[in-house]
């Protein structure tokens, strides 16, 4: 048995976990309409509002808009997901 503080397979992660663990990460934002946003996670509240640094807006899978930082309203997301790349590489 294991001791100590090591995550087993036992341990239980919030969706609360999953969203304090990828503050300052790269991510993709999917809102309802379609659009997507692509940036590193500043922060975000209860309310699902977020902040963005280095976002990137895309429609239908191409680049229409860069900006620096973005706020995103919290009843337009769909979903938050990690990237699995870097932004650089587009």
Do not use: W
Not at 39 to 59: F, H, K, R, S, W
Not at 63 to 69: H, P
């Amino acid at each position: 048995m294991s001791t100590g503080g090591e995550k087993g397979s036992g341990s239980v992660k919030t969706p609360a976990d999953f969203l304090k663990s990828i503050r300052g990460r790269p991510v993709v934002v999917k809102l309802n309409s379609g659009v997507d946003y692509r940036g590193i996670l500043a922060c975000l509240d209860g309310y699902m509002n977020i902040a963005m640094e280095q976002t990137e807006e895309y429609v239908n899978g191409q680049l229409k808009n860069k900006y620096g930082d973005a706020f995103i309203r919290g009843n337009n997301v769909l979903y938050i997901s990690t990237s699995k790349r870097t932004l650089a590489e587009g």
